[in-house]
T-cell receptor
Framework: GESVGLHLPTLSVQEGDNSIINCAYS??????FIWYKQESGKGPQFIID?????DKRQGQRVTVLLNKTVKHLSLQIAATQPGDSAVYFCAENSGGYQKVTFGIGTKLQVIP | NAGVTQTPKFQVLKTGQSMTLQCAQD?????MYWYRQDPGMGLRLIYYSASEGTTDKGEVPNGYNVSRLNKREFSLRLESAAPSQTSVYFCASNKGPMNTGELFFGEGSRLTVL
């Protein structure tokens, strides 16, 4: 079936460096792609989304890139901080009533 | 502003027991969702309610029932708990139709079935 998945389950980054978290998706009919951050013991928190007709969107210290040709999504975090340590999920919205499908997640570890 | 509130936060059940997870949101959102999260499997949709008075099955509905009690509240019931239902359950909400997929999540309910 359709699925959203991640290339790397764990990513370790030095504090101050940039982080890149990747995601592969298979449902080309999705309208939106979304990144969530989940800190230990908490619920996921929305970071940023991108519409399927865009290829780049920037937020505060984050950039999401969408490559529809190869069905690839990435989240770039600039100047990674210890507070960025969390599990990051990519997700896609492909249903008429927001059926949001999540990938398995990537754990980002920031090394002080 | 509490956002999405789930109760209980922790629960231990024996196989065959029943229980209801409660969820309430104070953001006047139309749509509400129940997900379960298991290690290595991300979040999977159990049921959702697009608007008050409607509910629909998600990816993994077997063994669960839901009730959209009013616009604020959406409960998840396990009629006869099984060890396979040991998981962390998250309730979420969003504004509803035409939304991008930005979900607001509760803190989770950690359920263990022995």
């Amino acid at each position: 079936g359709e699925s959203v998945g991640l290339h790397l389950p764990t990513l370790s980054v030095q504090e101050g460096d940039n982080s890149i978290i990747n995601c592969a998706y298979s449902n080309s009919a999705s309208d939106y792609f979304i990144w969530y951050k989940q800190e230990s013991g908490k619920g996921p928190q929305f970071i940023i989304d991108i519409r399927s007709n865009m290829d780049k969107r920037q937020g505060q210290r984050v950039t999401v890139l969408l490559n529809k040709t190869v069905k690839h999504l990435s989240l770039q975090i600039a100047a990674t901080q210890p507070g960025d340590s969390a599990v990051y999920f990519c997700a896609e919205n492909s249903g008429g009533y927001q059926k949001v499908t999540f990938g398995i997640g990537t754990k980002l570890q920031v090394i002080p | 502003n509490a956002g999405v509130t789930q109760t209980p936060k922790f629960q231990v059940l024996k196989t065959g027991q029943s229980m209801t997870l409660q969820c309430a949101q104070d953001m006047n959102h139309n749509s509400m969702y129940w997900y379960r999260q298991d290690p290595g499997m991300g979040l999977r949709l159990i049921y959702y309610s697009a608007s008050e008075g409607t509910t629909d099955k998600g990816e993994v509905p077997n063994g669960y029932n839901v009730s959209r009690l009013n616009k604020r509240e959406f409960s998840l019931r396990l009629e006869s708990a099984a060890p396979s239902q040991t998981s962390v359950y998250f309730c979420a909400s969003n504004k509803g139709p035409m939304n991008t997929g930005e979900l607001f999540f509760g803190e989770g309910s950690r359920l263990t079935v022995l």
